[in-house]
């Protein structure tokens, strides 16, 4: 199933990377008033398509489909759940930084995570239990987050978003350590970045899908990192009616004392 997920990650990629160097899209907003491109759907039904025809009687969630009910979500003991283009702003902005996601979902638990970064020609993905892996046209090898020489003091790098401001994410911090800023994409990239140890950890304020952490919980957690809520605490898959998730946090090295660095819920300033 994973050879197969990244060879459909791959064709997926390569079909929006030429729409995108081609301009060749349109722009329009959906109800929630977040921004949807034609190459958004072009890949959301190439991705559902393969996966249908690949692995028959497999439910799949994309973000942009219709969702299923959640009577029927909720008997469900596994199903796939991509977002064909996980930084549609980015796509949009021109910056490169998007990235198509797919993950497997076993009885609420990622255990499977895809993602490609057309631009960057990389491939993140990881199997639960079998490590993480990162591979582009130099080379493929195994990724862990970056471990620090002293977890209390060493200065971190935090991954930021180009798209949104700084101010609400510098707020939640409650530390003197040296916070060095790495501006990038979209969350999938953020995550991958820091499962390969470019960055130390993300915060991500606002609406995001249970679409946007799947494959990277996979990816991050088997490089030595973690997602959670901003209060610390696990994110869910499938428990819910709705399939947003809370603002959450992807950290690396585990040996950090993160709750002592992000203030949980309410920023410190107003």
Partial sequence: MLER???????????VLSMYERRDYSTSEKTDDSPVTTADLVASELIEDRLKQSFPGIPVISEESEHQNYNERRQWNAYFIIDPIDGTQEFIARSGDFAVNIAYVENNEPVIGVIFWPVGETLYYAEKGAGAF?????????????????????????????????????????????????????????????????????????????????????????????????????????????????????????????????????????
């Fill in 5 to 15: 997920l990244k060879d459909i990650a791959i064709e997926a990629g390569g079909v």
């Fill in 134 to 270: 990162k591979q582009d046209a130099l080379e493929h090898q195994s990724i862990q987050v970056h471990k620090f020489n002293d977890p209390q003091t060493d200065p971190i790098t935090i991954a930021i978003s180009r798209q949104q401001a700084r101010e609400p994410v510098f707020n939640r911090l409650q530390t003197k350590r040296e916070i060095q800023a790495l501006p990038t994409g979209s969350c999938s990239l953020k995550a991958c970045f820091i499962a390969e140890g470019k960055a130390d950890c993300f915060l991500r304020l606002g609406p995001t899908g249970e679409w946007d952490t799947a494959a990277c919980q996979v990816i991050v957690g088997e490089a030595g990192g973690r997602i959670v809520n901003e209060n610390f605490e696990p994110i869910t898959y499938n428990l819910t009616v709705s399939l947003l998730n809370p603002n959450f946090l992807v950290l690396g090295d585990q040996s950090v004392p993160w709750n002592e660095i992000f203030i949980a819920r309410q920023p410190r300033f107003r």
